[in-house]
């Protein structure tokens, strides 16, 4: 069963960082791809960014490009979002998911989602 949970949210001053968790279990790093969504509020939930563990390739999308990084620990099966200078626009619920392929194709839904975590931006 394949089970993700995100965690490391928070409330932060603008200009801030935070670093966001995603353990994995039932997944196989060489399988399965990992992807950041968020949902603020009164918007629509949005991809933020991708990794194909294969490969290490990386998507962010352009809001958010030079802010986040995205990677991934194998030993953990946990995959990271690092969110440096943080913008009130950022606040959000944050969540993982996962697609059972290697490499994470943007024009498909996750096959799984985890727990959101909340990420407040204040400014």
């Known amino acids: 069963e394949v089970q993700l949970q995100a965690s490391g949210g928070g409330l932060v001053q603008a200009g801030g960082s935070l670093r966001l968790s995603c353990a994995a279990s039932g997944v196989s790093f060489d399988v399965h791809s990992i992807a950041w969504f968020r949902k603020a509020p009164g918007k629509k939930r949005e991809g933020v960014s991708c990794?194909?563990?294969?490969?290490?390739?990386?998507y962010y999308k352009d809001p958010v490009k030079g802010r986040f990084t995205i990677s991934s620990d194998k030993a953990k099966n946990t995959v990271y979002l690092q969110m440096n200078s943080l913008k009130p626009e950022d606040t959000a619920i944050y969540y993982c998911?996962?697609?059972?392929?290697?490499?994470?194709?943007?024009?498909?839904?996750?096959?799984?989602w985890g727990r959101g975590t909340l990420v407040t931006v204040s400014s």
């Open positions: 990794i194909n563990n294969s490969d290490g390739a990386t």
């Open positions: 998911a996962a697609q059972t392929t290697p490499f994470y194709d943007r024009t498909h839904d996750p096959d799984y």
